[in-house]
């Protein structure tokens, strides 16, 4: 079975400042990671993802993620956060070559940035 | 180009009662998930639709259930509501795993049970 950990439940930082936001994943096969954001009362939305290739993923906004497996980790930075960055952050796993494309999801963080 | 749509919005609904959520996938997708999403919590699994059967089910009882049309359409089904239902329901759309890829999940914006 897989697991994700999201270990900080809130985050709160500065407008301009470095944020990271960490995740760990337990899984006895090879998986896919992924970022996804939740703005308020709306669904998720895909941030960033990994699939294979290149350990370190990029979005357009700014964010990006580096896969590393021998610490199972998967943690999303970005160097200057904007009041618009305010949301809840998942991390999600999901199984290569599984039955289905289902997602286990993390319990989240809130990047809160303040002005 | 539409994206998953869900309806309805919100509901609000008393406990034993029972209570249907619709979902549309995105234009092209073929296969529908389902997810419960607590307050403070991650979205959970519930299962995933494709060709009209259930093709995995996720830790829930029986009493939730669902359908998928011959238009990729969905429904979830609860029934004997519990005041623990209340939560965001999602619905996330794919197109079936071809070649060992992945395919990206789309995600609707939930509807909004609330279980008095």
């Known amino acids: 079975a897989q697991s994700v950990t999201q270990l900080d439940s809130q985050v709160p930082v500065f407008e301009e400042a470095p944020v990271e936001l960490r995740c760990n994943y337990s899984?006895?096969?090879?998986?896919?990671l992924f970022w996804y954001v939740q703005y308020p009362n709306q669904g998720l939305q895909l941030l960033l993802k990994y699939l294979s290739g290149s350990t370190l993923v990029k979005s357009i906004n700014g964010f990006e993620a580096e896969f590393n497996k021998s610490q199972t980790s998967f943690h999303l930075r970005k160097p200057s956060v904007h009041i618009s960055d305010t949301a809840e952050y998942f991390c999600?796993?999901?199984?290569?070559?599984?039955?289905?494309?289902?997602?286990?999801f993390g319990t989240g963080t809130l990047l809160a940035v303040q002005p | 180009d539409a994206g998953v749509t869900q309806s309805p919005t919100h509901l609000i609904k008393t406990r034993g009662q029972q209570v249907t959520l619709r979902c549309s996938p995105k234009s092209g997708h073929d296969t529908v998930s389902w997810y419960q999403q607590a307050l403070g919590q991650g979205p959970q699994f519930i299962f995933q639709y494709y060709e009209e059967e259930e093709r995995q089910r996720g830790n829930f009882p029986d009493r939730f259930s669902g359908h998928q049309f011959p238009n990729y359409s969905s429904e979830l089904n609860v029934n004997a509501l519990l005041l623990g239902d209340s939560a965001l329901y999602l619905c996330?759309?794919?197109?079936?795993?071809?070649?060992?890829?992945?395919?990206?999940?789309?995600f609707g914006p939930g509807t909004r049970l609330t279980v008095l």
């Open positions: 999600a796993v999901s199984t290569y070559g599984g039955a289905t494309n289902k997602l286990i």
């Open positions: 996330a759309s794919s197109l079936s795993l071809a070649g060992g890829n992945y395919n990206e999940q789309f």
């Open positions: 899984s006895s096969v090879s998986v896919y």
